[in-house]
């Protein structure tokens, strides 16, 4: 059994990148251009407005980064720093759990964002494929073994 879900590691890791991901982004829409219900109960964040407007647009393009899977460890790094910004300096001073001070996502982003740092992109990610395709590259390019030697002659 252990030896099945082992091999399906990868790709339900790719699933977890694409959910968490494109969850990230919708967070990021809603508070730019009051889609999904928009920031803060339908409005928009103020272009420019410190940090709410940066975080949006770190949500925003950090998000649809890790839904792709391009960039994935820098993308996710960024977001989670941006998450453990947002949870320490707005939520945590109101109260010391995430269930008392409206900090559970930030909380959840900032650990989800931070696994995807040291896992990386899993199956499906662009990521993948240019990693593939450099392998390839490599593997066509290199020379035949023993074809670099000079050839032995008595």
Same mark, same amino acid.
């Given at each position: ?6 091999? =399906?590691?990868?790709? *339900? ?6 959910? &968490? ?11 730019? #251009?009051?889609?999904?219900?928009? =920031?803060?109960?339908?409005? %928009?964040?103020? %272009? ?7 975080? *949006?647009?770190?949500?925003? &393009? ?9 960039? +994935?460890?820098? *993308? ?9 910004? *947002? ?21 959840? #982003? ?8 040291? %896992? ?9 494929? #240019?990693?593939?395709? +450099? @392998?390839? %590259? @490599?593997? +066509? ?5 023993? =074809?670099?030697?000079?050839?032995? +002659?008595?």
């Amino acid at each position: 059994m252990s030896g099945r879900l082992d091999s =399906a590691q990868p790709y *339900a890791l790719g699933l977890f990148r694409i959910i &968490v991901g494109l969850l990230f982004a919708c967070h990021g829409a809603a508070s730019l #251009f009051g889609v999904l219900g928009g =920031a803060m109960g339908g409005g %928009t964040v103020p %272009t420019g407005a410190w940090p709410g407007w940066y975080a *949006a647009v770190i949500q925003l &393009v950090g998000g649809a980064l890790v839904a792709l899977g391009l960039g +994935t460890r820098a *993308a996710a790094f960024i977001s989670s720093g941006s998450m453990a910004y *947002a949870y320490f300096s707005v939520h945590q001073p109101a109260a010391l759990w995430p269930l008392q001070n409206g900090g559970e996502p930030s909380a959840m #982003f900032c650990w989800a964002m931070l696994l995807l740092v040291f %896992t990386g992109s899993g199956a499906l990610g662009v990521d993948r494929l #240019f990693k593939a395709r +450099t @392998e390839h %590259t @490599e593997r +066509t390019t290199e020379s035949p073994a023993g =074809a670099d030697r000079e050839p032995v +002659t008595a």
